[in-house]
């Protein structure tokens, strides 16, 4: 079943068109400074909720997170979404929120950044 979703979501990304907006797709970049005492918290906190998304939602096609490896309190998520109706159903979640409500005050800063997609290609698997 998870070879066919992989399957499904990259030929889902191999069809993007340069515009993105023919398949309605949202991706999204978010830029977060993290308190350095709570970074292995927030860490902890965002793993546990990226999981959640991509396993209990249809629309979150993926959640990327990554920090600088010289910098490791910058944190960076990439994500896609199937829809803004996706999206925005995602933000109601309870995983979501519960992530939020419980890294609020590990945030020092947060920047989100609306894209454009022209290549959307993986080799990727877990």
């Known amino acids: 079943m998870k070879n066919v979703l992989i399957a499904g979501l990259m030929a889902l990304f191999s ?16 830029k977060l400074q993290i308190d350095s005492a709570q970074l292995e918290n927030y860490k902890a906190a965002l793993k546990e909720h990226a999981e959640t998304a991509v396993r209990v ?35 109601k979640t309870t995983h979501f929120i519960k992530y939020k409500t419980s890294t609020k005050d590990m945030v020092k800063s947060l920047e ?15």
């Open 57 to 91: 939602e249809p629309g979150v096609l993926t959640l990327y997170a990554i920090y600088e490896k010289n910098n490791p309190t910058h944190v960076t998520v990439f994500e896609i979404y199937a829809s803004q109706v996706a999206y925005q159903a995602h933000l």
């Open 112 to 126: 989100l950044v609306e894209t454009v997609p022209i290549a959307l290609e993986t080799k990727y698997k877990k």
């Open 15 to 30: 069809s993007a068109n340069v515009s993105g907006q023919q398949n309605g797709l949202v991706v999204r970049i978010a």
